[in-house]
T-cell receptor, first 115, second 113 residues
Framework: AQKITQTQPGMFVQEKEAVTLDCTYD???????LFWYKQPSSGEMIFLIY??????QNATEGRYSLNFQKARKSANLVISASQLGDSAMYFC????????????FGAGTRLFVKA | NAGVTQTPKFQVLKTGQSMTLQCAQD?????MYWYRQDPGMGLRLIYYSASEGTTDKGEVPNGYNVSRLNKREFSLRLESAAPSQTSVYFC????????????FGPGTRLLVL
């Protein structure tokens, strides 16, 4: 069975500092995709970054990077130079091939950026 | 750019009532999804449609039915609402099942009394 674990219910970070949000996963699929989404207080789900299991390099998108450690089954999100607007809920998700390419989500981490 | 639209935005139902949540996308995507989000939890997949004419169960399909009306529209029906179905419902779409992202609608907040 596939599983996503986000162990940090809440995180605080000072504005302009970097922060790492943890995500570990479990799957027996040889090929899978990992995602991070942001959900601000307004409620919409915003895609941030994607990492394929066979990608050789860690994914980056602007201030977001995904620290992918395949052997450890971790896919941590790193946000550099935090901004007040980064305060939101962050969800890690995974899509495997088993069971019809369904995407499963972690419980989320709420990030608070302090001025 | 409409993207993924959902109606209604908010709904209150009494136990036992039925209703249909509507979802439409204008991105010519093949795959569409319905999720529910409960407090303290991530999204859970209710049903999905890999392509027009197909639907499959997700993690939590009980109490729901879906219809992929055409390539654009994917509706979710609650035949007999229960308080346990109080949640925020998100529709999403993607070019295909193995796309690098899903695009989400704004959500429907449903309260069942």
């Amino acid at each position: 069975a596939q599983k996503i674990t986000q162990t940090q219910p809440g995180m605080f970070v000072q504005e302009k500092e970097a922060v790492t949000l943890d995500c570990t996963y479990d799957t027996s699929d040889p090929s899978y995709g990992l995602f991070w989404y942001k959900q601000p207080s307004s409620g919409e789900m915003i895609f941030l970054i994607y990492q394929g299991s066979y990608d050789q390099q860690n994914a980056t998108e602007g201030r977001y990077s995904l620290n992918f450690q395949k052997a450890r089954k971790s896919a941590n999100l790193v946000i550099s130079a935090s901004q007040l607007g980064d305060s939101a809920m962050y969800f890690c998700a995974m899509r495997g091939h088993t069971g019809g390419f369904k995407t499963i989500f972690g419980a989320g981490t709420r990030l608070f950026v302090k001025a | 750019n409409a993207g993924v639209t959902q109606t209604p935005k908010f709904q209150v139902l009494k136990t036992g009532q039925s209703m249909t949540l509507q979802c439409a996308q204008d991105m010519n995507h093949n795959s569409m999804y319905w999720y529910r989000q409960d407090p303290g939890m991530g999204l859970r997949l209710i049903y999905y449609s890999a392509s027009e004419g197909t639907t499959d169960k997700g993690e939590v399909p009980n109490g729901y039915n879906v219809s992929r009306l055409n390539k654009r529209e994917f509706s979710l029906r609650l035949e007999s609402a229960a308080p346990s179905q109080t949640s925020v419902y998100f529709c999403a779409s993607s070019p295909g099942l193995v796309a690098e992202t899903q695009y989400f609608g704004p959500g429907t907040r449903l309260l069942v009394l």
